[in-house]
Every structure is written in structure tokens, then in C-alpha cells.
């Protein structure tokens, strides 16, 4: 079977995003102070083959922690859907 992740990595909470607060505070110099709180992270995507949705989960969730975030710094998020043969 075959899946496509859509994967989201994010700043941690709790830490310092630099380039979400210069966004942030461009937005206001472009007269939209209505937008704040603006964080900027990862957005990924990638195919997986795998026997069972489980198993596509598993190593989706192994390749984020081993390689596509820094646990330390970031988390991450993911949706997974199987893609229907044509």
C-alpha cells in the first residue's frame, strides 16, 4: 500500500521563534496589527510504501524523530492518507 504523508514541524512553544517575530512585527508595518502571534516552521511531504496504515505511522513517526525535526528545539505533527491505485 501505498500512503503520503503531509508533515508539519513546529518551534517548540515554549521557545523563541526569531523569524515568527519579525514576521510578526512586519505585519504591523504593513498596517494588518490584526495578525500576531505568527510562527514559522516545516512543511513536509513525502510517500511511503508500507503493508498496513500502522506500519506507515510507525516509520513516518521513527523518520521525524530520527532526521526531520530536532526534538530538542521543534515538534512535529503528521497526517497520513493512502493513496487509492488508478
Not at 517548540?12 to 521563534?17: G, H, I, K
Request: proline share 3%; charged share 30%; with cysteine.
Amino acid at each position: 500500500m501505498k500512503f503520503i504523508a503531509e508533515i508539519d514541524v513546529m518551534p517548540q512553544d515554549n521557545l523563541l521563534d526569531p523569524q515568527g517575530k519579525v514576521v510578526s512585527a512586519s505585519m504591523k508595518n504593513l498596517g494588518l496589527q490584526t495578525i500576531t502571534n505568527i510562527r514559522i516552521g516545516k512543511h513536509i511531504t513525502l510517500e511511503i510504501e508500507a503493508d498496513s496504515r500502522e506500519e506507515a505511522e510507525s516509520k513516518v513517526d521513527e523518520a521525524c524523530r530520527k532526521l526531520l525535526a530536532n526534538l530538542i528545539m521543534e515538534k512535529y505533527s503528521f497526517e497520513l492518507r493512502e493513496v487509492q491505485p488508478a
